[in-house]
């Protein structure tokens, strides 16, 4: 295997003798693993918003132990994707696609890939584990029995780091051989898993709403049904692609050893990239040093009386999580699929694919994006009230949801351009890319945290919004130098009917949140998360139709190529 760097070679325009490339679908088959890999992100993250409530049930959204534990609890995963996660999720499918079309199906280099991953992530997973006192002192703003029970949570769930990075390579491996649906189910499990956890712990240690849990009266029987439970479902989601990963029949065993492997290659591109996952993943860490700066506040508003409720680290991953989940399930989802087709057409040195490609993916991920946007929000109110113990703190999560929302198409559409960077291997721009974001983001951080308290964490999940708009133009100039332009008027120019019809779906959506008393304290909407439920199922179905109705009338024929595979296996299940 070559280790040349093909981001260092000019492509050509075209290549008429394409190589057929099963980890590569085109067209219908696109659209059908696609579809799979939506279903397994959607119910996955429906089965995680209940899991979230129910978590908001237990300590709550704003409860004196609730920003203790997600501090500790995303600790793992945002260490885990700083110093591993990028090689794993944008360096390894084109290496392993290379591999694949070696006589041995790429055999030997998966089995010393696993091997290598599995060493590496148990050695940085015990280091990280050990040092878990400094590493929550030095990313929260805790002191006294909140530090102490950071810490102790921290020390549950760092192992997580081992999991997910073997979750992460594993589907990689799988995703490069054109299995794409385990690595998207298999978090249902582990979903499934903490959801049993959470209601054993409000049945045998009570609501937040009952108890008013404290560090002060936390008990290792809570934590181990908290971050036990949490561990243990990560640990499930990791164990279950080992059942899809022996049917690709490669025959993998533990190998030893990089001297012929193909590694070197892998190695050079991934010690970029783990440079880039450092430069982004630490401004997270700066944004929840931030947010606990307001968590640590709590406690002194919650004395007043009456009691001011201010919004924490747990109220900003609430609003993170329902913002990104148009991302997550559609996406992410068609990213990923057509991550493996930009490799290849980089491989191929097909220039007008990778552009094809690209163009088609930005303008068929909008259709979902921007209406995610809209009803996100229309029905920021409702959905606050899923994730909260009182109107009080629903009504701060909408405001942190709404806020998020404008930024929701942004994110989506940023990370598919800079996939068209990694397919390519080209592993240097991103990083240039991320200096650039990373340096806003601190200062927009650092703004954010000279406001009162009460404003700090909106102000970021503003920051969060503004940081999002801004790298898609960074990543866009970067781009068009890199392989021209790509049709980015196309792209704009859908964009501008397909917000059109998201705004006349969020004008019927907002009078009917008002019709129910969305605009009101003492409205319907506001009395129970049953109500909030009812509203969105109805305004939800409502919008949507709405949506269809406009995109139909302003003639947008991506709707077809979107709802192809759907309406595709609809038509199978009724012949």
Request: with cysteine.
């Given at each position: 295997?070559?280790d040349?760097?093909?981001?260092?070679?000019?492509?050509?325009?075209?290549?008429?003798?394409?190589?057929?490339?099963?980890?590569?679908?085109?067209?219908?088959?696109?659209?059908?693993?696609?579809?799979?890999?939506?279903?397994?992100?959607?119910?996955?993250?429906?089965?995680?918003?209940?899991?979230?409530?129910?978590?908001?049930?237990?300590?709550?959204?704003?409860?004196?132990?609730?920003?203790?534990?997600?501090s500790?609890?995303?600790?793992?995963?945002?260490?885990y994707?700083m110093?591993?996660?990028?090689?794993?999720?944008a360096?390894?499918?084109?290496?392993?696609?290379?591999?694949?079309?070696?006589?041995?199906?790429?055999?030997d280099?998966?089995?010393?890939?696993?091997?290598?991953?599995a060493?590496?992530?148990?050695?940085?997973?015990?280091?990280?584990?050990?040092?878990?006192?400094?590493?929550?002192?030095?990313?929260?703003?805790?002191?006294?029995?909140?530090?102490?029970?950071?810490?102790?949570?921290?020390?549950?769930?760092?192992?997580?780091?081992?999991?997910?990075?073997?979750?992460?390579?594993?589907?990689?491996?799988?995703?490069?051989?054109?299995?794409?649906?385990?690595?998207?189910?298999?978090?249902?499990?582990?979903?499934?898993?903490?959801?049993?956890?959470?209601?054993?712990?409000?049945?045998?240690?009570?609501?937040?709403?009952?108890?008013?849990?404290?560090?002060?009266?936390?008990?290792?029987?809570?934590?181990?049904?908290?971050?036990?439970?949490?561990?243990?479902?990560?640990?499930?989601?990791?164990?279950?692609?080992?059942?899809?990963?022996?049917?690709?029949?490669?025959?993998?065993?533990?190998?030893?050893?990089?001297?012929?492997?193909?590694?070197?290659?892998?190695?050079?591109?991934?010690?970029?990239?783990?440079?880039?996952?450092?430069?982004?993943?630490?401004?997270?860490?700066?944004?929840?040093?931030?947010?606990?700066?307001?968590?640590?506040?709590?406690?002194?508003?919650?004395?007043?009386?009456?009691?001011?409720?201010?919004?924490?680290?747990?109220?900003?991953?609430?609003?993170?999580m329902?913002?990104?989940?148009?991302?997550?399930?559609?996406?992410?989802?068609?990213?990923?699929?057509?991550?493996?087709q930009?490799?290849?057409?980089?491989?191929?040195?097909?220039?007008?694919?990778?552009?094809?490609?690209?163009?088609?993916?930005?303008?068929?991920?909008?259709?979902?994006?921007?209406?995610?946007?809209?009803?996100?929000?229309?029905f920021?109110?409702?959905?606050?009230?899923?994730?909260?113990?009182?109107?009080?703190?629903?009504?701060?999560?909408?405001?942190?949801?709404?806020?998020?929302?404008?930024?929701?198409?942004?994110?989506?559409?940023?990370?598919?351009?800079?996939?068209?960077?990694?397919?390519?291997?080209?592993?240097?721009?991103?990083?240039?890319?991320?200096?650039?974001?990373?340096?806003?983001?601190?200062?927009?951080?650092?703004?954010?945290?000279?406001?009162?308290?009460?404003?700090?964490?909106?102000?970021?999940?503003?920051?969060?919004?503004?940081?999002?708009?801004?790298?898609?133009?960074?990543?866009?100039?970067?781009?068009?130098?890199?392989?021209?332009?790509?049709?980015?008027?196309?792209?704009?120019?859908?964009h501008?009917?397909?917000?059109?019809?998201?705004?006349?779906?969020?004008?019927?959506?907002?009078?009917?949140?008002w019709?129910?008393?969305?605009?009101?304290?003492?409205?319907?909407?506001?009395?129970?998360?049953?109500?909030?439920?009812?509203?969105?199922?109805?305004?939800?179905?409502?919008?949507?139709?709405?949506?269809?109705?406009?995109l139909?009338?302003?003639?947008?024929?991506?709707?077809?190529?979107?709802?192809?595979?759907?309406?595709?296996?609809?038509?199978?299940?009724?012949?």
């Amino acid at each position: 295997m070559s280790d040349t760097n093909t981001a260092s070679m000019p492509l050509a325009d075209a290549d008429p003798r394409k190589r057929a490339d099963p980890s590569a679908p085109r067209s219908g088959s696109t659209a059908r693993s696609s579809a799979i890999m939506a279903a397994g992100t959607l119910v996955s993250r429906l089965l995680g918003l209940v899991r979230v409530a129910l978590l908001a049930t237990a300590i709550g959204a704003a409860g004196q132990v609730s920003d203790l534990f997600t501090s500790a609890n995303n600790l793992p995963n945002f260490l885990y994707l700083m110093l591993a996660g990028g090689v794993f999720n944008a360096v390894l499918v084109p290496q392993i696609i290379r591999a694949s079309r070696q006589p041995d199906r790429g055999a030997d280099y998966v089995s010393r890939l696993l091997t290598l991953a599995a060493v590496v992530l148990l050695v940085l997973t015990v280091l990280v584990t050990l040092a878990a006192p400094i590493l929550v002192d030095v990313i929260t703003s805790f002191t006294g029995a909140r530090l102490a029970l950071t810490t102790v949570f921290a020390y549950w769930c760092l192992p997580q780091i081992f999991f997910y990075g073997m979750y992460a390579v594993t589907g990689q491996i799988l995703n490069a051989n054109g299995s794409f649906g385990p690595y998207m189910w298999a978090p249902v499990v582990n979903n499934i898993v903490s959801i049993g956890f959470l209601v054993a712990f409000i049945a045998l240690m009570g609501t937040e709403q009952v108890e008013r849990h404290s560090p002060e009266s936390w008990t290792s029987e809570q934590t181990l049904l908290l971050a036990g439970g949490t561990t243990l479902g990560i640990i499930i989601q990791a164990l279950v692609l080992i059942i899809p990963l022996k049917r690709l029949n490669l025959g993998l065993r533990p190998t030893f050893g990089l001297r012929g492997s193909g590694l070197g290659r892998t190695g050079k591109l991934a010690s970029v990239t783990i440079v880039t996952m450092l430069v982004g993943n630490g401004l997270y860490l700066v944004n929840l040093k931030i947010a606990t700066i307001a968590g640590n506040a709590r406690p002194a508003f919650l004395a007043q009386d009456p009691p001011v409720e201010i919004a924490g680290a747990t109220n900003l991953e609430f609003g993170t999580m329902l913002y990104q989940l148009p991302h997550a399930v559609i996406a992410l989802s068609l990213a990923t699929v057509m991550f493996n087709q930009l490799s290849s057409a980089h491989a191929d040195n097909d220039l007008p694919s990778v552009r094809a490609t690209l163009s088609h993916g930005l303008r068929i991920i909008g259709v979902a994006t921007v209406f995610g946007a809209a009803a996100l929000l229309t029905f920021a109110g409702p959905l606050g009230m899923l994730f909260s113990e009182s109107p009080e703190v629903a009504a701060i999560n909408g405001v942190i949801i709404a806020i998020l929302a404008v930024g929701a198409p942004f994110l989506s559409a940023n990370f598919f351009l800079t996939r068209v960077f990694y397919a390519s291997e080209d592993v240097r721009t991103p990083l240039k890319i991320q200096l650039i974001l990373s340096v806003v983001g601190v200062a927009l951080a650092l703004v954010a945290g000279m406001f009162d308290p009460r404003l700090i964490v909106p102000m970021l999940a503003v920051a969060y919004s503004l940081g999002n708009v801004i790298a898609v133009g960074v990543s866009h100039v970067f781009l068009t130098r890199a392989i021209g332009s790509y049709g980015a008027g196309r792209v704009f120019d859908l964009h501008v009917r397909l917000i059109i019809a998201g705004i006349a779906a969020a004008i019927v959506g907002s009078v009917l949140c008002w019709g129910f008393g969305g605009y009101d304290a003492s409205g319907f909407l506001w009395q129970s998360k049953l109500n909030a439920i009812a509203v969105l199922a109805l305004g939800g179905i409502t919008m949507l139709a709405v949506y269809l109705l406009m995109l139909r009338v302003l003639k947008v024929t991506e709707l077809r190529e979107f709802a192809a595979p759907l309406l595709a296996r609809f038509g199978r299940r009724n012949a």
